[in-house]
Protein backbone atom coordinates (compact mmCIF):
# COMPACT_ATOMS: atom_id res chain seq x y z
CA UNK A 1 0.00 0.00 0.00
CA UNK A 2 2.59 2.26 1.22
CA UNK A 3 3.98 1.65 -2.79
CA UNK A 4 1.16 3.07 -4.35
CA UNK A 5 0.38 6.10 -1.95
CA UNK A 6 4.05 7.22 -3.10
CA UNK A 7 2.88 5.82 -6.79
CA UNK A 8 0.22 8.41 -6.63
CA UNK A 9 2.47 10.95 -5.11
CA UNK A 10 5.34 10.76 -7.70
CA UNK A 11 2.27 11.09 -10.66
CA UNK A 12 0.81 14.28 -8.59
CA UNK A 13 4.07 15.69 -8.82
CA UNK A 14 4.46 14.36 -13.08
CA UNK A 15 1.09 16.48 -13.02
CA UNK A 16 2.81 19.35 -11.61
CA UNK A 17 5.69 19.58 -13.43
CA UNK A 18 3.53 19.10 -16.89
CA UNK A 19 1.64 22.10 -15.43
CA UNK A 20 4.58 24.04 -14.89
CA UNK A 21 5.94 23.15 -18.28
CA UNK A 22 2.92 23.90 -19.96
CA UNK A 23 2.54 27.23 -18.03
CA UNK A 24 6.17 28.37 -19.62
CA UNK A 25 5.31 27.30 -23.18
CA UNK A 26 1.96 29.32 -23.07
CA UNK A 27 3.97 32.31 -21.51
CA UNK A 28 6.76 32.39 -23.99
CA UNK A 29 4.85 33.45 -27.01
CA UNK A 30 7.10 31.63 -29.36
CA UNK A 31 4.79 28.65 -29.77
CA UNK A 32 7.16 25.91 -28.96
CA UNK A 33 7.11 23.60 -26.17
CA UNK A 34 9.35 24.11 -23.02
CA UNK A 35 10.70 20.66 -20.98
CA UNK A 36 12.49 21.65 -18.09
CA UNK A 37 15.02 18.22 -17.46
CA UNK A 38 15.02 17.64 -14.02
CA UNK A 39 18.67 18.13 -13.34
CA UNK A 40 17.64 22.32 -13.79
CA UNK A 41 14.87 21.81 -11.14
CA UNK A 42 17.60 20.06 -8.18
CA UNK A 43 19.84 22.50 -9.26
CA UNK A 44 17.33 25.06 -8.49
CA UNK A 45 16.04 24.05 -5.15
CA UNK A 46 19.53 22.78 -3.96
CA UNK A 47 22.95 23.49 -5.74
CA UNK A 48 25.11 21.68 -2.91
CA UNK A 49 23.32 18.53 -2.70
CA UNK A 50 23.72 18.11 -6.51
CA UNK A 51 27.42 18.97 -6.32
CA UNK A 52 27.62 16.90 -2.99
CA UNK A 53 25.78 13.98 -5.32
CA UNK A 54 28.08 14.23 -7.83
CA UNK A 55 31.20 14.20 -5.82
CA UNK A 56 29.52 11.07 -3.42
CA UNK A 57 28.87 8.43 -6.74
CA UNK A 58 32.30 9.27 -7.80
CA UNK A 59 34.29 8.81 -5.28
CA UNK A 60 32.49 5.92 -3.38
CA UNK A 61 30.41 4.14 -6.36
CA UNK A 62 32.62 4.52 -9.52
CA UNK A 63 32.76 7.53 -12.08
CA UNK A 64 31.43 6.30 -14.78
CA UNK A 65 28.61 5.71 -12.82
CA UNK A 66 27.83 9.36 -12.61
CA UNK A 67 28.56 10.65 -16.46
CA UNK A 68 27.13 8.47 -18.84
CA UNK A 69 24.24 7.11 -17.06
CA UNK A 70 23.20 10.21 -13.87
CA UNK A 71 23.74 12.66 -16.69
CA UNK A 72 21.43 11.17 -18.89
CA UNK A 73 18.88 10.47 -16.47
CA UNK A 74 19.28 14.49 -14.81
CA UNK A 75 18.37 15.64 -18.70
CA UNK A 76 15.21 13.68 -19.04
CA UNK A 77 12.12 16.26 -18.22
CA UNK A 78 10.91 16.43 -14.82
CA UNK A 79 7.05 15.07 -15.83
CA UNK A 80 8.24 11.82 -17.38
CA UNK A 81 10.78 10.97 -14.93
CA UNK A 82 8.14 11.48 -12.09
CA UNK A 83 5.86 9.89 -14.22
CA UNK A 84 7.81 6.63 -15.37
CA UNK A 85 8.93 6.61 -11.41
CA UNK A 86 5.11 7.16 -10.17
CA UNK A 87 3.94 4.27 -12.54
CA UNK A 88 6.38 1.72 -11.49
CA UNK A 89 5.92 2.12 -7.77
CA UNK A 90 1.89 1.90 -8.75
CA UNK A 91 2.25 -0.99 -10.42
CA UNK A 92 4.73 -2.83 -7.90
CA UNK A 93 2.38 -2.39 -4.82
CA UNK A 94 -0.85 -3.11 -6.89
CA UNK A 95 -3.14 -5.54 -5.45
CA UNK A 96 -2.05 -9.61 -6.60
CA UNK A 97 -4.80 -11.49 -8.15
CA UNK A 98 -5.32 -14.60 -5.88
CA UNK A 99 -4.67 -17.65 -7.54
CA UNK A 100 -6.30 -20.79 -6.88
CA UNK A 101 -4.27 -23.68 -6.70
CA UNK A 102 -4.93 -26.94 -5.77
CA UNK A 103 -2.39 -29.88 -5.32
CA UNK A 104 -3.94 -33.22 -6.18
Known amino acids: MILRILGVWFLIGAM ?4 IDGTKSLASGEGQWILTPIGEHWFK ?3 PSLNSSQAAIERHVNPLLWDPIVVSLLQVPTWVFFGVLGL ?3 WLGRKRRQLDVFEN
Request: charged share 0%.
Open 16 to 19: VALT
Open 45 to 47: LHA
Open 88 to 90: LLY
